[in-house]
């Protein structure tokens, strides 16, 4: 892997990675490396979503810079960096829950099947209703497991009678890999599950409303392998229904998961490849350094 | 490392005994309170207590129809004029032949209480028939004559230092002897708005008028200060000048002194508004003032402290912003909400500051029946009676003390049973 650093721009030759500084200024000048638009394949025949030019702010703050992405359908495209990279951020422009924090502001254009997601005429109440998400810890209301997964149905009428509600809740439950475990308990409370239960109810809670496109953030963060597995195997079964982006920390989760994944570095998107192409050839000298763990 | 070790080992001595003596000095406050708490307690029941007894004199009333001046084929209205009072003057002389002359004449009406003609109008107004015979009746004793039997009056003390002259003292041993005497509940005490007579004084008339001024404040003050809560909290544009300015106002109402609020009322909902005075309305206008800041800055707290997670997981799932307030942040916030509201009405309950400018500190009598109706609150009523001069009014001031913390352990009982319900494990 050391053959790519000499033809990297701006990146110190294979001399100076073995002289005499110390290992924190060897970190921090691979850290350095520019960043020139985005290497690989970022687009896709008929994406699902779409991002071109994405750039968001915190106030002053810019977190998100140039950022142009499809997203295929029915594929599950992991996104991974360092903390602090931004890729959490592009994940929640895609359903605006930035909308939610008062000082952010998202330029650019964001499609969802062609659609802009920003536009005017455009409600942000349907389109999380069409965009579900996950979120890194657990957050099922403190509510039965049945009203839990009912409230989305209920906030989107989209069951007429108790019947057809009842049925969405089995199916969701059925299709999130809770339903065997928790059937006879549907009206004990959500939060009394275990921790991976608790982040299945949240997908059951979040494909209750039929969702097109589901975003998951940090998923398994807070779980332990066992979960994790549980989870991932899930995610693998609802990619033919659903299409899928998830931000993840584990490398091994994104490689075991995903079909495409995109590297995001200090609010930039570096590489965005095949999966398996980015995790034994990456394109660029960032997304290597950052998968064989020289930093993160 | 020994030598760190022996640092240690020398400081540890220390650091156990200032925590032992902040154990202490957290019992010893803690006793104090306690101990004043039951002194109060003690002190209240003690003198309180014998306000929910009462003295009842029993008067065998020849209801002759020369003296009521009626027979009993009058009509109601002339039943209603005719002359009891002497009907009772002229009974009471046939029990006590020996009182001769003015001082002891009156000495002998003042026995019963006043109210005794009316209690026999009443009766008779109801069986006509009653005219032409001779009946026991009960009627309230006078407040002297009750301060005496409940023990309060010394026999001793020179004639000229008590209400009760010895002539009384020898009626009244002889009422006893013969079983005319009687101490009663005190029902009285509960269904009879305010008196100048102790007797007949009750606290009927203030506890609707505190219930009408609660009733008043809490529609008012309950969801005024939730939805000011849950805007500033969740709606309000952030670090914007006009925001915080509003909310360093509301921090600092909260300890303005009560009195500047009846002065606000006054001037606005009396003289402006043209609320009529003296109703539980303005009271409960003035007094939802006083308890907005209480109320607002105890369920702002409570907003922030819904866990952020639970509302996006509602804004994920399509939920408008008022639908995640009223679905999720406002039920958890609940608990923390009605404790501020508990701490805000129990403070308006106790309060008479702010309803002295609007004209609820006042002699009421009449049981109010509505919001609009004139009328006086419980500590107004427990501050008119200890002004006032008469023995009987000492207990009965207790007693409404009593009957006011009654008042509050009901309601903060509700509340409490209220918080329970919404209070839910994580």
Redesign the interface.
């Known amino acids: 892997m050391t053959d790519v650093l000499p033809t990297m721009p701006g990146l110190p030759t294979g001399e100076t990675v073995v002289d005499d500084t110390p290992p924190m200024t060897e970190t921090r000048e691979e850290f350095d490396v520019e960043i020139k638009g985005t290497v690989g394949a970022p687009f896709v025949d008929d994406p699902k979503m779409s991002a071109r030019h994405s750039n968001v702010f915190y106030g002053e703050k810019q977190a998100i810079f140039d950022v142009s992405l499809d997203i295929g359908r029915n594929e599950i495209i992991a996104m991974i960096g360092p903390s602090g990279c931004g890729k959490s951020t592009f994940l929640r422009t895609l359903?605006r829950?930035n909308d939610?924090i008062?000082?952010c502001r998202v330029e650019g254009e964001h499609c969802l099947d062609g659609e802009d997601i920003y536009a005017p005429d455009q409600d942000p109440?349907?389109?999380?209703?069409r965009v579900?998400?996950v979120?890194q810890?657990p957050?099922?209301?403190?509510k039965s497991i049945y009203d839990n997964v009912a409230?989305?149905p209920r906030?989107?009428g989209l069951a007429r009678t108790r019947a057809e509600l009842d049925e969405i809740v089995e199916k969701s439950l059925v299709r999130a890999g809770l339903f065997n475990e928790v059937k006879d308990d549907l009206h004990k409370?959500g939060?009394?599950l275990s921790g991976g239960q608790q982040q299945r109810l949240?997908i059951a809670?979040?494909i209750a409303?039929d969702p097109e496109v589901i975003l998951m953030d940090e998923p398994t963060s807070a779980l332990d392998p066992i979960a994790t597995a549980t989870i991932e195997e899930l995610m693998d079964e609802l990619k033919s229904r659903y299409t899928i982006a998830v931000v993840t920390h584990s490398m091994q989760q994104a490689a075991r998961v995903s079909q495409r994944t995109a590297y995001f570095h200090m609010g930039k998107l570096v590489e965005v490849n095949p999966t398996n192409q980015v995790f034994t050839t990456p394109q660029h000298q960032l997304t290597e350094n950052y998968i064989t763990g020289r930093f993160g | 490392m020994t030598a760190t070790r022996d640092r240690i080992e020398a400081t540890l001595r220390k650091r156990y005994r200032r925590e032992r003596l902040f154990r202490f000095f957290g019992l010893v406050s803690l006793g104090i309170s306690f101990l004043f708490l039951l002194i109060l307690l003690f002190t209240i029941f003690r003198t309180g207590l014998p306000a929910f007894q009462q003295t009842w004199i029993k008067i065998d009333v020849d209801l002759d129809p020369a003296v009521l001046g009626v027979d009993r084929h009058a009509s109601q209205d002339e039943l209603f004029g005719a002359n009891y009072a002497k009907a009772i003057k002229v009974s009471l002389r046939k029990i006590f032949p020996d009182a001769k002359g003015r001082k002891k004449k009156r000495g002998l009406k003042n026995l019963v209480s006043n109210s005794a003609p009316w209690q026999l109008r009443d009766a008779v107004m109801k069986h006509p028939d009653l005219i032409g015979t001779t009946h026991a009746f009960w009627f309230l004793a006078k407040d002297e004559v009750d301060v005496f039997m409940k023990g309060r009056i010394d026999r001793n003390l020179p004639e000229s230092d008590r209400r009760l002259k010895d002539f009384q003292l020898a009626w009244i041993d002889k009422l006893l002897a013969e079983g005319r005497l009687e101490k009663r509940f005190n029902t009285t005490l509960f269904t009879a708005g305010d008196s100048r007579e102790p007797e007949q004084a009750g606290v009927a008339g203030a506890i609707m008028g505190s219930f009408f001024t609660m009733l008043v404040t809490l529609l008012l003050s309950f969801p005024i200060g939730v939805a000011a809560a849950a805007y500033l909290e969740e709606f309000a544009p952030q670090n914007n000048r006009w925001v915080d300015f509003i909310e360093v106002n509301i921090n600092n109402l909260a300890a303005v002194p009560s009195i500047i609020f009846g002065l606000l009322g006054l001037a606005v909902f009396i003289n402006f508004f043209g609320v009529p005075r003296s109703t539980p309305l303005v009271g409960g206008l003035v007094l939802t003032l006083m308890t907005l800041p209480t109320i607002i800055i105890a369920s702002r707290a409570a907003i922030k402290s819904v866990p952020p997670s639970i509302k996006q997981a509602a804004i994920g799932l399509g939920a408008s912003p008022v639908q995640t307030l009223f679905h999720h942040t406002l039920p958890l916030a609940m608990p923390g909400i009605l404790t501020g509201t508990i701490i805000g009405m129990a403070q308006a309950l106790g309060e008479t500051a702010p309803l002295l400018m609007i004209g609820m500190v006042a002699f009421v009598v009449d049981i109010p029946h509505g919001i609009l109706d004139p009328a006086t609150v419980m500590p107004v009523q427990v501050y008119l009676w200890s002004d006032s001069p008469e023995r009987a009014f000492v207990e009965r001031t207790s007693a409404a003390i009593i009957i006011l913390l009654g008042f509050l352990v009901v309601m903060n009982s509700a509340a409490i049973l209220l918080r329970r319900r919404f209070e839910r494990k994580w």
């Open positions: 359903n829950m939610t008062p000082i109440v349907l389109l999380r209703a579900g998400m979120f810890k957050n099922p209301f403190p409230y989305g906030l989107h409370p939060t009394g949240c809670r979040a409303v």
